[in-house]
């Protein structure tokens, strides 16, 4: 993969503040908090008390009393909200901050980027830093970094990012995404899928060592059961736009839906990859026995595996 640098517009993040922050976290995501570090990220969610992920997110405790969450700008607002009613009974705030987000993709962005970011992230989920940015190594290859920075100095940054690399557009980065099997939850999936139907429980996104969160008597029941009929798998298509996220997938052989797109992005012109979320029906061994709405065989394709 060639490399460049992406606007990415669709990411906000929310500000979780007070001298309580960590411990409220705890009790409220499936990631295990008290494994937060400034030099890295977790992956997370939240969820209903049915176990529903309403929101999924990098998470960056960037001291004991301020927490930074990344996730999709369109279930901010939202998730801010469900948070923060219970984030006042904490002494804790919950807002938008103003980080903004850019993405680079390729090989020998280093050698690139050195001047920018002497202190380069060797592993995934590590945090360089450059004064008040970050520089992410995402899971995932061909590499995947992800710069976080305030509002504010993105102009300049990009200016310089724009005359170092070639620029590319967000269809890229969900390309990139469906490659690397990051399904994250955005306004058409918000309250559809347990986490282990995303895959989180193999993510390293779900603690199954740590105490009561929110939804976590019915994730950790499914878990130890092995109850999930519906799965994250990886598929292709060949057509002129790529299904819709939240788009349902029927079962080419009878009128009943099977599955449903988590993410999705154009592969060319006339091809397309996607993320979906699948019922067992929906595959006869090696073979994807869903459509799209427009009626477009699918094929299965290999599903990257992520960092645990």
């Known amino acids: 993969m060639n490399t460049a640098a992406i606007r990415l517009d669709d990411y906000a993040f929310l500000q979780v503040e007070g001298a309580k922050a960590l411990p409220f976290l705890q009790g409220q995501l499936t990631c295990n908090v008290q494994d937060a570090a400034p030099a890295g990220v977790l992956p997370g969610a939240y969820c209903t008390p049915k176990g529903r992920v309403i929101a999924s997110f990098l ?10 969450l990344r996730l999709r700008a369109d279930i ?49 989920r590590a945090l360089g ?7 992410l190594r995402r899971d995932g290859e061909p590499a ?14 990009w200016e310089s990012l724009a005359s170092r690399l070639p620029v590319a557009n967000t269809e890229r980065w969900r390309l990139a995404l469906v490659r690397a099997g990051a399904a994250e939850i955005q306004h058409a999936t918000v309250d559809q899928f347990l986490p282990q139907m995303l895959g989180y ?22 878990h130890y059961k092995g109850s999930v ?11 002129p736009a790529c299904p819709a996220v939240g788009d349902e997938l029927r079962h ?6 099977v599955g449903s797109v988590v993410e999705s ?19 006869d061994g090696a073979n994807c026995l869903a459509v799209t709405a427009r009626g477009e065989a699918l094929e299965v394709l290999p599903l990257a595996e992520r960092a645990s």
């Open 59 to 68: 998470l960056w405790a960037r001291s004991p009393d301020s927490v930074l």
């Open 76 to 124: 901010a607002d939202d998730t801010a909200t469900v948070l923060g009613r219970y984030a006042a009974l904490s002494r804790v705030r919950v807002a938008r901050s103003d980080m903004a987000c850019i993405g680079l993709l390729g090989t020998g962005l280093e050698t690139e980027l050195h001047t920018l970011f002497p202190d380069w992230p060797a592993q995934p």
């Open 129 to 135: 830093a450059a004064g008040a940015w970050r520089l």
């Open 144 to 157: 995947q970094f992800e710069i976080w920075a305030p509002r504010s100095e993105t102009g300049a940054l």
């Open 201 to 222: 429980d193999t993510s390293g996104a779900v603690s199954f060592r740590k105490g009561c969160y929110t939804g976590q008597e019915i994730i950790a029941r499914t």
């Open 229 to 239: 009929k519906r799965r994250l798998h990886r598929l292709g298509g060949a057509g």
């Open 252 to 257: 080419r052989d009878a009128d009943r839906v």
């Open 265 to 283: 992005a154009m592969d060319g012109a006339s091809r397309f990859e996607l993320l979906a979320v699948l019922s067992d029906e929906a595959l």
